[in-house]
């Protein structure tokens, strides 16, 4: 079974960087893999953060655009996130999604059915 784990989070001031990752065990093909990073506060609901599909073309949610930059190695079958700019409005929990083939749209959480136990952000 599909495996995610995310780590870089931690706290960070406003205007600054992160970078988090995503490492994907229990693979047998990835030539289809589709993968996004969503985010938490907790009582509220899922916010797409970003996703790749399985040419390396990204998706942006609007508020990440230009701030925030997707990115995969396919060959340790990792993905990334760029963090740039930080606000205190980016802190949540960061989940790692993935599939092993496109389900629906890209920014859409039941387009996946691999989830990470996700990492905290905390910009101040």
């Known amino acids: 079974d599909v495996q995610l784990v995310e780590s870089g989070g931690g706290s960070v001031q406003t205007g600054g960087s992160l970078r988090l990752s995503c490492l994907a065990s229990?693979?047998?093909?990835?030539?289809?893999?589709?993968m996004a990073w969503f985010r938490q506060v907790p009582g509220t609901k899922q916010v797409a953060v970003a996703a790749?599909?399985?040419?390396?073309?990204?998706t942006y949610g609007d508020p990440m655009k230009g701030r925030f930059t997707i990115s995969r190695d396919s060959t340790k079958n990792t993905l990334y996130l760029q963090m740039d700019g930080l606000k205190p409005e980016d802190t949540a929990r960061y989940f790692c999604a993935a599939d092993l083939r496109v389900r629906g749209p890209p920014l859409a959480p039941t387009s996946y059915g691999y989830w990470g136990q996700g990492t905290q952000v905390t910009v101040s």
């Open positions: 229990g693979l047998t093909h990835n030539e289809n893999l589709v």
């Open positions: 790749i599909d399985s040419r390396d073309v990204p």
